[in-house]
């Protein structure tokens, strides 16, 4: 076996098994996990939900009867003939009385009030599960640019440790007047080539990485090792399972309960009071003095200048606005998928052509390959092959990539 046959062969073990040295390996469910977990818009909405139920108590409070204490001490006095009436004020009083109301006959006002209550924690449930999807996204996004710059690196690297070795054995056989100068100086200046674009890319992985960190709120500095994520695609669902439909659905929910809550204002209310204490004018008799009261209420409306027709009009705006855009994002939605399906369908087609190129480019190499062994072929036509095949196998991973892109798009519009 000649040399150019061993270092081939060398070549494509190390085109095939070239790792990074990391210290450690996070996939990307790590990273989703820690943005989730980290970041203070889903907290702060998680804390409105929390807060939201104690609503839900405090409505259930409000139709508990109520219960105050109320005291007075008046004293009025008349000085010659000037001062308030006597029929009035009694001149003084005293009073101190434990009062009760409570409304009755409200259980429907109560349900409507409890309802509007669980929409706004529907919504606020939506609103954080729109964030999570959206951060997932993001971070999704971010991870690929990461590992696409962390591949492109690699890719340089295989290509520079290989034509630094063809370099020491080309230098050898310059000298041997086998090959020309020239030979030797076009191998020399893709090597430093290759070094300038290496340096640049490490530049670039180390941003991309650290605005992964960045967008997880993490600040661990360790050097990383990515692996290439297996996105699966959503199956498909109804649009109106769909988070984005649902905020939609929640707001027509919303306006139809308001609906309801204006039309329990023109209901009667009926009260029940009670209280019991003392009241008394005549500090002499203060012992008999004590005693209890009770009694009902009613209020009916009877006429405000038809705010219910006012109100009713601004409700009917609110609900065409809200099919306004739903219309309008339903078209966008449907448009959008037709596109990432059609970019998907097309990417995976190229990849499928490209691994045909794979195919042919390595039986082209294995065919140069022993034309240098006989010593028809020169070896820079031989490392460009083999370039010719990294560069394809290269192309290889930058489908894969990019199919994922696509993917984290589609699970983005489907969730």
Not at 335 to 350: G, H, I, S, T, Y
Request: charged share 20%.
């Amino acid at each position: 076996m000649t040399v150019f046959t061993k270092k081939s062969i060398l070549f494509l073990f190390i085109l095939l098994g070239c790792r990074f040295s990391f210290a450690q390996d996070h996939s990307l469910q790590y990273y989703i996990s820690a943005g989730v977990a980290n970041n203070p818009l889903l907290k702060d909405l998680s804390n409105q939900i929390k807060s939201n139920q104690y609503d839900s108590l405090i409505t259930r409070a409000s139709y508990l009867p109520q219960v105050n204490f109320n005291a007075m001490m008046m004293y009025a006095p008349v000085v010659n003939g000037w001062g308030y009436s006597d029929v009035i004020t009694n001149g003084q009083q005293l009073a101190g009385t434990l009062n009760v109301n409570q409304q009755i006959f409200n259980k429907k006002t109560r349900e409507i009030n409890y309802q509007k209550i669980g929409l706004e924690n529907l919504s606020l449930e939506n609103s954080r599960d729109l964030n999570v999807n959206e951060l997932k996204k993001a971070i999704t996004a971010q991870y690929l640019s990461a590992y696409s710059a962390l591949q492109e690196s690699q890719y340089q690297l295989e290509i520079l440790s290989t034509l630094k070795e063809e370099e020491l054995v080309l230098k050898m056989w310059v000298q041997k007047g086998t090959y020309r100068q020239t030979d030797y100086l076009t191998v020399k200046v893709e090597i430093i080539q290759l070094e300038r674009n290496i340096r640049n890319l490490e530049l670039l992985y180390r941003k991309e990485f650290s605005n992964l960190n960045v967008i997880c709120g993490l600040t661990d500095t360790a050097h990383i090792r990515l692996s290439l994520p297996s996105i699966e695609e959503i199956l498909k669902q109804s649009p109106g399972n769909s988070l984005f439909f649902k905020k939609f659905a929640i707001d027509s929910l919303k306006i139809q309960t308001e609906k309801l809550l204006i039309d329990r204002k023109y209901k009667p209310v009926v009260n029940w009071f009670s209280d019991g204490g003392l009241i008394n004018n005549e500090p002499a008799y203060l012992y008999q003095n004590f005693g209890i009261s009770f009694g009902m209420s009613l209020s009916l409306p009877v006429y405000d200048g038809n705010q219910r027709k006012y109100n009713y009009s601004k409700l009917r705006i609110q609900e065409e606005t809200r099919r306004n855009y739903r219309d309008f994002f339903r078209a966008q939605y449907d448009a959008q998928l037709k596109q990432l399906k059609e970019e998907l369908d097309n990417v995976r087609l190229q990849a499928v052509d490209n691994d045909r190129q794979v195919e042919v480019v390595k039986m082209l190499v294995a065919q140069e390959r022993a034309e240098l062994n006989s010593g028809t072929l020169t070896i820079t036509d031989y490392i460009l092959a083999l370039k010719n095949l990294i560069e394809a196998l290269h192309e290889g991973v930058q489908y894969q990539i990019r199919a994922q892109y696509i993917l984290n798009e589609i699970n983005f519009w489907k969730q």
